[in-house]
Nanobody
C-alpha cells in the first residue's frame, strides 16, 4: 500500500505561482511513477503531469506545458508540482497519484494510489 498526502494548495491571483507537494509513504518510493491530476467542478479528472523513477522522464498536458514543472525527491519520498503563470482555468482540486510501473503514465485508470486532493483556486 501507498499513502499519499498533498499540500500547498490555496487561493492565488491570475499570473501567480503555487507549489504543490505530495508526501508518500508505504512502498519503495523510488520505484513508483508519480502523477498529478486535477478535477474542476462538473468536469472529469484530467492528467496534468507525470514523472518517472529517476525524475528524468516527465510528461505534461498541453494545457500546462511551459508553465508547470513536476519534480521528485526520492530521499524525501516527495513529488512536487511547481505551477507558474496560473490562470483561472487552472482552478481545480489537484490530486497526487502513484503506480508501480516502468514508464510514466497519463491515463488516470493506470494509477493505483491517490491522495485526498488539495484545492487550487485562481482568481481573475
Amino acid at each position: 500500500q501507498v499513502q499519499l498526502a498533498e499540500s500547498g494548495g490555496g487561493l492565488v491571483q491570475a499570473g501567480g505561482s503555487l507549489r504543490l507537494s505530495c508526501a508518500a509513504s508505504g512502498r519503495t518510493f523510488s520505484r513508483l511513477v508519480m502523477g498529478w491530476f486535477r478535477q474542476a467542478p462538473g468536469k472529469e479528472r484530467e492528467f496534468v503531469a507525470a514523472i518517472g523513477w529517476s525524475g528524468r522522464g516527465t510528461y505534461y498536458a498541453d494545457s500546462v506545458k511551459g508553465r508547470f514543472t513536476i519534480s521528485r525527491d526520492n530521499a524525501q519520498n516527495a513529488v512536487y508540482l511547481q505551477m507558474n503563470t496560473l490562470k483561472p482555468e487552472d482552478t481545480a482540486v489537484y490530486y497526487c497519484a502513484a503506480v508501480q510501473a516502468l514508464v510514466p503514465a497519463t491515463l488516470k485508470n493506470t494509477y493505483d494510489y491517490w491522495g485526498q486532493g488539495t484545492q487550487v483556486t485562481v482568481s481573475s
